[in-house]
Each structure stands twice: as structure tokens, then as C-alpha cells.
């Protein structure tokens, strides 16, 4: 059964600060990654999509990369702003059952950027 | 502005209640999901549509039903609530089950007394 753990659970940095997020999961048989945000009381808004045949995907200040023989996704943001305060999570997408497929979802990382 | 419309954005219900919480989606996407978020739980799929007239279980289906008459819409229907139900419920769409990119509705928040 596919694991997907982030790693730390709360991170509190100052603003300025270049930081990475981790995620890593126990099965390499994915379609894809994806790496959302979600706001307080809010829906989850998609940052970045990483197929299963890339290596990585840049946005602005976020890059994801992902090492699928390792099991292990990273989400770098670049010079941080009190904005990025938010709950990130990490979805891998795989299959169930006669070819419909599902994401698994990591518990999130509360990310905090103090002014 | 085009995505996904979930109603009602909150609901307070009795146990034993019926209620179906809709979902619209503007994007003519084929693949639809319902999926509930609890604290320390994360988010569970509860059912998933690959195409309109099709409809499959997820992880958490027992007490939930849903339809999908056409490519647009996608209700969950709870036919008799209980408690544990309460949850935050997110509705989904993808262009394409296997690759694509997954969009979220904002959410409908129930409680269930």
C-alpha cells in the first residue's frame, strides 16, 4: 500500500530564507506528483505537476524535483515571504483498480514565514 | 472565472439526514473524485468518476453514493448521516485520469450532530 510522508510536519522560518520541503513515498509506481498549497478554511490550489518520466518542474520561486528510484520529492522556495504561510501537501497519483487511478496524499507540512 | 463549484460551502445536519452535496465543473473534464479531509486523517478518496455513466469506490465508500449523469456534474449523496461523516469534503477534476493535474473545489464543510 503507498506511503506518502512529509517530513517536517511544521516549519517556521524567517522571511528571506530559502527552504525545502520534503516528501517521500514507499511506492515508485506513480503517474505523477503533485504538490499543492491550501490556505486555512480553503481548497487546495496545485503549485506544481511532475510526470513520472521528469526529473523536475520550476514555477516562479518553487521548483519540485523527483527521484522516483529513491522515492523522494523536494519543494524549494526561493526567497520566502510571509504570503507563503500556507499547509503544503504532496499527492502521488497511482493506480487502483481496472485502470482508474487515485492521489495519495502526505499529511501536509504547516509552513510559517515570520516577518 | 472557469473550475469547480461545490454547494453548500457549509452545512449543519441531524443524524439520519439525507444530503447531497453538488459539484460543477466548467473545465469538461473526464475524471471527477470526491475526496474528505479529517485532522490527523488527511484526505481519503471516497468515490472517483473516469467518464460520465461510469462510478468507482474509493478507500472510505461505505454510507456514500454518487452519480455521474454527465461530464459536468458530480453530487455525493449521503443517505442517511451519522456522526463520523463530519468532515470536510472536496470534490476534484482532472482532464486526464492517468496524467493530468488534479483541481479542487473550495470545499463543503459538514457537521453531522
Known amino acids: 500500500k503507498q506511503e506518502v510522508t512529509q517530513i517536517p510536519a511544521a516549519l517556521s522560518v524567517p522571511e528571506g530564507e530559502n527552504l525545502v520541503l520534503n516528501c517521500s513515498f514507499t511506492?515508485?509506481?506513480?503517474?505523477?506528483l503533485q504538490w499543492f498549497r491550501q490556505d486555512p478554511g480553503k481548497g487546495l490550489t496545485s503549485l506544481l505537476l511532475?510526470?513520472?518520466?521528469?526529473r523536475e518542474q520550476t514555477s516562479g520561486r518553487l521548483n519540485a524535483s523527483l527521484d522516483k528510484s529513491s522515492g523522494r520529492s523536494t519543494l524549494y522556495i526561493a526567497a520566502s515571504q510571509p504570503g507563503d504561510s500556507a499547509t503544503y501537501l504532496c499527492?502521488?497519483?497511482?493506480?487502483?483498480?481496472?485502470?482508474?487511478?487515485?492521489?495519495?496524499f502526505g499529511q501536509g507540512t504547516r509552513l510559517t514565514i515570520n516577518p | 472565472i472557469a473550475g469547480i463549484t461545490q454547494a453548500p460551502t457549509s452545512q449543519i445536519l441531524a443524524a439520519g439526514r439525507r444530503m447531497t452535496l453538488r459539484c460543477t465543473q466548467d473545465?469538461?473534464?473526464?475524471?471527477m473524485y470526491w475526496y474528505r479531509q479529517d485532522l490527523g486523517l488527511g484526505l481519503r478518496l471516497i468515490h472517483y468518476?473516469?467518464?460520465?455513466?461510469?462510478?468507482g469506490k474509493g478507500e472510505v465508500p461505505d454510507g456514500y453514493s454518487v452519480s455521474r449523469a454527465n461530464t459536468d456534474d458530480f453530487p455525493l449523496t449521503l443517505a442517511s448521516a451519522v456522526p463520523s461523516q463530519t468532515s470536510v469534503y472536496f470534490c476534484?477534476?482532472?482532464?486526464?485520469?492517468?496524467?493530468?493535474?488534479?483541481?479542487f473545489g473550495e470545499g463543503s464543510r459538514l457537521t453531522v450532530l
Open positions: 468518476s473516469n467518464t460520465a455513466g461510469t462510478t
Open positions: 473545465m469538461r473534464h473526464n475524471a
Open positions: 511532475i510526470q513520472s518520466s521528469q
Open positions: 476534484a477534476s482532472s482532464a486526464d485520469r492517468a496524467s493530468g493535474e488534479l483541481f
Open positions: 499527492a502521488v497519483k497511482e493506480d487502483i483498480i481496472q485502470g482508474a487511478q487515485k492521489l495519495v
Open positions: 511506492d515508485s509506481a506513480i503517474y505523477n
